[in-house]
């Protein structure tokens, strides 16, 4: 992928306006197992580096949650068919139609999303003294660009109702807080795992 790619919107105009420009400000360093969507990438710039602790982080007794988190957004089948839309006789009530389905679905993904960050923001709550403070101030900001990121999304879903293409960076961009918030969660946060006197893990 070459740089203009990188930085091409979804629109033809490229300004600081154009949606899912925030995303370029998470610091994530995870991609999804698998591309759902190839031509996502062209349309928002991802940062290239690592969310790091400036300081060691103190264990905290979390349990795990929500075990399916990681692959809640995994499980939600986004497929814009136009196969099935296009039967439809009157372009009026199909993009009428589509538009409801769309609608239907952001409402599903967003409230799949609050969920698993309730989750998380209550856990973090619960043990942030323990914590180091930048590092909590980091998730803090990861979750706040989140926010942002996917706002400027849903405006322009809003203004383009019927274009598939924001429903899904939507969609990829609150799996990549999810892979995020999980990779902190067990690597950072979690207990090392106890071990028998054999040395193995239970």
Known sequence: MNNNDTNRSPSESDTDQQPGYKLAELNWDLQPARDLWPDI??????????LKPSAKIKKASWQPFALAASVVFA???LVFS??????????????????VYHAAQIQLIDQQHQMVRAQFSQL????RENLDPAFVTELETL?????????EIKKALA???????????????YQQEVKMLNKVKLNRIMPE???????YSI
């Open 41 to 50: 990438s062209s349309r928002i710039r991802f940062a290239d580096r690592q």
């Open 75 to 77: 499980t939600v089948s």
């Open 82 to 99: 136009s196969m099935t839309w296009q039967k439809a006789q009157d372009a009026d009530k199909y993009q009428a139609a589509l538009a």
């Open 124 to 127: 973090l709550q619960r043990d």
């Open 143 to 151: 979750m706040t660009n989140v926010d942002l990121a996917s706002a």
């Open 159 to 173: 203004a383009q109702p019927n274009d598939p293409d924001y429903a899904s960076m939507l969609v990829r961009t």
């Open 193 to 199: 795992p106890a071990t028998t006197q054999e040395g």
